[in-house]
């Protein structure tokens, strides 16, 4: 927010510095982005006459001119190549040492032997694009009646220095020059200066001219309008025109002048239209139709719809409610009269009209940030006011104002002590008055406690921590005196979980994995990626409310699809074999629509691109025989994995764990790889609760171990799993091992039969087995495979 501060001290009269004054904002909450001085780039020039124009004795082309620069040099001698100016003209004069907006700096010379005391200069070296009558490309000459002498920097209104400051989105009654005034009346205990209010009006009735109908009070809570005859279309006096430039306006005619003016004083975007362009005398408040096209100020075309907003007439919308107005009622130089616009529209609607149209103004920008319903009336009166003291036109009697919901007076009862308590130190009570006094709040004493009726415009304040914020802001910080605080130091540690947690991913670091981060919000288009059935539970996920587009509007319930994708992406960047793991949540929800937190799973998930089935696996089984954690891989699949490349991982009480295999190659194909992908999810929850840091001790036998290995034929379908399940369950204590090494399909084996290879480990603690001990093992193990089918080869 821009804040020209002579401006500013025609509401609070101050002695301080640019420098001093930002010190005292930011003490009360503000940030000082910047101070300009908008006079800082053009030094050193002064208005001047000129009395004589001679040719130069050694130039056709340049001229010798004499100029009366009054109190400033007196008459001075410059040689110009100027073609336009002449005898009696007051033009701008760059004296020796002038520094010029081009970054030129001039000195006193010769040219072409002849003395030159300066430049005459145009508005390129003035750093101005416009003046009125004015020359863009020659020197530019000043009005007649303007003094000479004079600084061109106040001539031209640059004589001011502007505060950039930065304003907290809950601010928004500071969001002007006559609420940063507020502010600076709080902070210097200077008297706030009321606004103008004043005008008068005549004694016809406004429903005779215009109508008002507010179909979308949700979204437009008050609509106010006046109508202004007569009008007379005229330039603003220089004061309006040179404050609308410093704060980086252009000055347009007398009645948008006032629009912005307002917009910046008060904080209040406000329009004017074309009273004889307003069809059937009617403004409507209203919804825009499907496919409603509107021309606006900028020359463009915009298709509204539904969701958009706009000022209408009888027949057709005049206006972007908050955004921008309609080409065709905008302020011609044929206007008469004019009906002035001041109402609040709801931020949300301004601000998603704004980015979908990709359309956006001084208006827009200041809805987005959210106006109090203080301003529509203050601003209104306040462009009246303007328009009474120049008389630029007769105010209309009756005011339209829409205003179905009015707001309650808020008040805030708190005592002195709730606010001691707050802030933590003793503020005498004389000083909590007196602080929301200057900050225009009305505070009553009723028995011990104070009542504060909060004004109209701070829709910020909602409690008590917020009346010891606005006494403290002011009061000063500095009041505050820094403790060191008391306390004893314990040393840091992690839990058990936590060092399993840790653990866990250091065991999948050292197996070659990398760790990678996705976002837990995903597309409902992944479950189709990922073959799920309709009436699959993962499909029944969490809806966001207001999500940043589809492809992130839904809460992930697998993690399948965000490890897919990844290994996809490093496939497709030529990354050809790759090892990742991701430990994230899932969120499954109890119950649709929800109506309780969803179920935030701690899930581990671990993807390999271009592996084999048994050397993934096999980073599985290395997990959970470090944790300690028995399981079972038994035969199951899902319906994104390949159906004979995949297992359910199953805990010793029965209950799923985890599943792993081979990405089938139909899911393969919707994320465009063509090569094997394998994908694992475990419940990180049961690892972390069931693993153990150790195993009781056992103590290693002396004696040596003996070898063998069994090659058995067994049905096809029959899993190396249950085989080894069926061994070492009838191997007794001397088995201490056993593993397949080798499975075998071919010519010497029966069809629909397999060779599977399994090694057998025995040792006793005891004593040296002799071959009859273990023969004994071998024919145990035999007669137990027998009952499931399987014969030794």
């Given at each position: 927010?821009?804040?020209?501060?002579?401006?500013?001290?025609?509401?609070?009269s101050?002695?301080l510095?640019?420098?001093?004054?930002?010190?005292?904002?930011?003490?009360?909450?503000?940030?000082?982005?910047?101070?300009?001085?908008?006079?800082?780039?053009?030094?050193?020039?002064?208005?001047a006459?000129?009395?004589?124009?001679?040719?130069?004795?050694?130039?056709?082309?340049?001229?010798?001119?004499?100029?009366?620069t009054?109190?400033?040099?007196?008459?001075?001698?410059?040689?110009?190549?100027?073609?336009?100016?002449?005898?009696?003209?007051?033009?701008?004069?760059?004296?020796?040492?002038?520094?010029?907006?081009?970054?030129?700096?001039?000195?006193?010379?010769?040219?072409?032997?002849v003395?030159?005391?300066?430049?005459?200069?145009?508005?390129?070296?003035?750093?101005?694009?416009?003046?009125?009558?004015?020359?863009?490309?020659?020197?530019?000459?000043?009005?007649?009646?303007?003094?000479?002498?004079?600084?061109?920097?106040?001539?031209?209104?640059?004589?001011?220095?502007?505060?950039?400051?930065?304003?907290?989105?809950?601010?928004?009654?500071?969001?002007s020059?006559?609420?940063?005034?507020?502010e600076?009346?709080?902070?210097?205990?200077?008297?706030?200066?009321?606004?103008?209010?004043?005008?008068?009006?005549?004694?016809?009735?406004?429903?005779?001219?215009?109508?008002?109908?507010?179909?979308?009070p949700?979204?437009?809570?008050?609509?106010m309008?006046?109508?202004?005859k007569?009008?007379?279309?005229?330039?603003?006096?220089?004061?309006?025109?040179?404050?609308?430039?410093?704060?980086?306006?252009?000055?347009?005619n007398?009645?948008?002048?006032?629009?912005?003016?307002?917009?910046?004083?008060?904080?209040?975007?406000?329009?004017?239209?074309?009273?004889?362009?307003?069809?059937?005398?009617?403004?409507?408040?209203?919804?825009?139709e499907?496919?409603?096209k509107?021309?606006?100020?900028?020359?463009?075309?915009?298709?509204?719809?539904?969701?958009?907003?706009?000022?209408?007439?009888?027949?057709?919308p005049?206006?972007?409610?908050?955004?921008?107005?309609?080409?065709n009622?905008?302020?011609?130089?044929?206007?008469?009269?004019?009906v002035?616009?001041?109402?609040?529209?709801?931020?949300?609607?301004?601000?998603?009209t704004?980015?979908?149209?990709?359309?956006?103004?001084?208006?827009?920008?200041r809805?987005?940030?959210?106006?109090?319903?203080?301003?529509?009336?203050?601003?209104?009166?306040?462009?009246l006011?303007?328009?009474?003291?120049?008389?630029?036109?007769e105010?209309?009697g009756?005011?339209?104002?829409?205003?179905?919901?009015?707001p309650?007076?808020k008040?805030?009862?708190?005592?002195?002590?709730?606010?001691?308590?707050?802030?933590?130190?003793?503020?005498?009570?004389?000083?909590?008055?007196?602080?929301?006094?200057?900050?225009?709040?009305?505070?009553?004493?009723?028995?011990?406690?104070?009542?504060?009726?909060?004004?109209?415009?701070?829709?910020?304040?909602?409690?008590?921590?917020?009346?010891?914020?606005e006494v403290?802001?002011?009061?000063?910080?500095?009041?505050?005196?820094?403790?060191?605080?008391?306390?004893?130091?314990?040393?840091?540690?992690?839990?058990?979980r936590?060092?399993?947690?840790d653990?866990?991913?250091n065991?999948?670091?050292?197996?070659g994995?990398?760790?990678?981060?996705?976002?837990?919000?995903?597309?409902?288009?992944?479950?189709?990626?990922?073959?799920?059935?309709?009436?699959d539970?993962?499909r029944?996920?969490?809806?966001?409310?207001?999500?940043?587009?589809?492809?992130?509007?839904?809460?992930?319930?697998?993690?399948?699809?965000?490890?897919?994708?990844?290994?996809?992406?490093?496939?497709?960047?030529?990354?050809?074999?790759?090892?990742?793991?991701?430990?994230?949540?899932t969120y499954?929800p109890?119950?649709?629509?929800?109506?309780?937190l969803?179920i935030?799973?701690?899930?581990?998930?671990?993807?390999?691109?271009?592996?084999?089935?048994?050397?993934?696996?096999?980073?599985?089984?290395?997990?959970?025989?470090?944790?300690?954690?028995d399981?079972?891989?038994?035969?199951?699949?899902?319906?994104?994995?390949?159906p004979g490349?995949?297992?359910?991982?199953?805990?010793?009480?029965?209950?799923?764990?985890?599943?792993?295999?081979?990405?089938?190659?139909?899911?393969?194909?919707?994320?465009?790889?063509?090569?094997?992908l394998?994908?694992?999810?475990?419940?990180?929850?049961?690892?972390?609760?069931?693993?153990?840091?150790?195993?009781?001790?056992?103590?290693?036998?002396r004696?040596?171990?003996?070898?063998?290995?069994?090659?058995v034929?067994?049905?096809?379908?029959?899993?190396?799993?249950?085989?080894?399940?069926?061994?070492?369950?009838?191997?007794g204590e001397?088995?201490?091992?056993s593993?397949?090494?080798?499975?075998?399909?071919?010519?010497?084996?029966?069809?629909?039969?397999?060779?599977?290879?399994?090694?057998?480990?025995?040792?006793?603690?005891?004593?040296?087995?002799?071959?009859?001990?273990?023969?004994?093992?071998?024919?145990?193990?035999?007669?137990?495979?027998?009952?499931?089918?399987?014969?030794?080869?």
């Open positions: 927010m821009l804040i020209p501060i002579k401006w500013l001290k025609e509401y609070v101050f002695d510095t640019p420098a001093e004054l930002a010190e005292k904002l930011v003490s009360c909450g503000f940030e000082i982005e910047q101070i300009i001085d908008l006079a800082a780039n053009v030094k050193n020039v002064v208005s006459r000129v009395v004589a124009l001679a040719k130069h004795p050694s130039a056709d082309r340049l001229k010798v001119a004499t100029l009366d009054g109190k400033a040099q007196g008459v001075l001698q410059v040689v110009t190549n100027s073609t336009t100016v002449k005898e009696g003209d007051i033009v701008p004069v760059a004296l020796d040492g002038a520094m010029l907006a081009t970054g030129v700096r001039i000195k006193k010379g010769e040219l072409r032997g003395a030159s005391a300066g430049m005459l200069c145009g508005m390129e070296e003035l750093g101005i694009t416009e003046y009125p009558g004015a020359d863009k490309e020659g020197v530019l000459v000043f009005l007649p009646d303007t003094p000479v002498g004079e600084d061109v920097n106040k001539l031209l209104g640059k004589d001011e220095i502007v505060l950039d400051v930065g304003i907290t989105a809950n601010r928004i009654d500071a969001n020059i006559y609420g940063i005034a507020r600076v009346a709080a902070a210097t205990g200077a008297p706030l200066k009321p606004l103008n209010f004043d005008y008068k009006e005549n004694k016809e009735d406004i429903a005779s001219y215009v109508a008002l109908s507010n179909l979308a949700d979204l437009c809570p008050r609509y309008a006046k109508v202004v007569n009008v007379r279309l005229c330039p603003s006096p220089e004061l309006i025109q040179n404050r609308l430039r410093a704060v980086g306006l252009r000055p347009i007398n009645i948008v002048d006032i629009t912005n003016y307002v917009l910046y004083e008060i904080g209040q975007p406000m329009h004017a239209f074309d009273l004889k362009m307003i069809a059937d005398s009617k403004i409507t408040v209203r919804r825009a499907e496919e409603e509107i021309v606006c100020l900028d020359d463009k075309t915009y298709t509204l719809g539904r969701d958009n907003l706009v000022i209408a007439n009888g027949k057709e005049m206006a972007i409610a908050g955004i921008m107005g309609g080409k009622y905008s302020i011609l130089p044929d206007t008469t009269a004019v002035f616009e001041s109402a609040r529209f709801a931020r949300d609607n301004v601000r998603k704004s980015r979908s149209l990709n359309l956006r103004s001084d208006s827009s920008a809805f987005e940030k959210g106006v109090d319903f203080w301003s529509q009336d203050a601003g209104l009166r306040r462009a006011a303007l328009i009474s003291e120049y008389g630029w036109g105010i209309v009756g005011t339209l104002d829409s205003f179905p919901v009015r309650e007076t008040r805030i009862v708190f005592s002195v002590k709730d606010i001691e308590r707050i802030l933590g130190i003793n503020v005498p009570e004389q000083n909590i008055l007196g602080i929301l006094k200057s900050l225009t709040f009305k505070v009553n004493k009723e028995k011990e406690m104070l009542v504060a009726e909060i004004p109209p415009y701070r829709e910020d304040m909602a409690g008590i921590n917020d009346i010891a914020e403290i802001r002011i009061y000063g910080y500095s009041h505050i005196r820094p403790e060191l605080m008391e306390g004893k130091t314990a040393a840091g540690g992690k839990t058990k936590q060092e399993f947690a653990k866990i991913k065991i999948l670091l050292a197996k994995m990398s760790e990678i981060v996705t976002y837990s919000f995903v597309s409902p288009r992944i479950f189709d990626l990922l073959r799920l059935p309709s009436e539970p993962l029944e996920a969490v809806k966001i409310n207001n999500p940043l587009g589809e492809d992130f509007s839904i809460m992930r319930t697998t993690l399948a699809h965000s490890m897919i994708k990844t290994l996809a992406t490093n496939f497709q960047r030529g990354n050809k074999a790759v090892r990742l793991f991701e430990v994230a949540k499954l109890k119950a649709l629509p929800l109506t309780e969803p935030e799973k701690n899930t581990l998930c671990l993807g390999a691109l271009n592996d084999d089935f048994y050397g993934f696996k096999s980073i599985l089984e290395d997990l959970l025989a470090v944790l300690h954690i399981a079972d891989f038994i035969r199951g699949s899902k319906p994104y994995l390949h490349r995949s297992a359910i991982i199953v805990a010793p009480e029965g209950s799923v764990i985890g599943y792993m295999g081979e990405v089938d190659d139909l899911v393969a194909a919707n994320y465009d790889v063509d090569k094997r394998y994908i694992a999810e475990l419940d990180e929850e049961y690892l972390l609760d069931h693993a153990r840091s150790g195993l009781p001790f056992k103590v290693n036998s004696y040596p171990a003996v070898e063998r290995d069994i090659a034929l067994c049905d096809k379908r029959t899993e190396a799993a249950e085989l080894l399940k069926t061994v070492r369950a009838s191997g001397l088995l201490i091992d593993y397949v090494f080798d499975v075998y399909t071919g010519d010497q084996v029966e069809e629909g039969k397999k060779s599977v290879a399994i090694k057998l480990i025995c040792q006793s603690k005891e004593r040296t087995l002799k071959d009859e001990d273990v023969n004994a093992v071998v024919s145990g193990i035999l007669d137990a495979l027998s009952t499931i089918g399987a014969r030794l080869r």
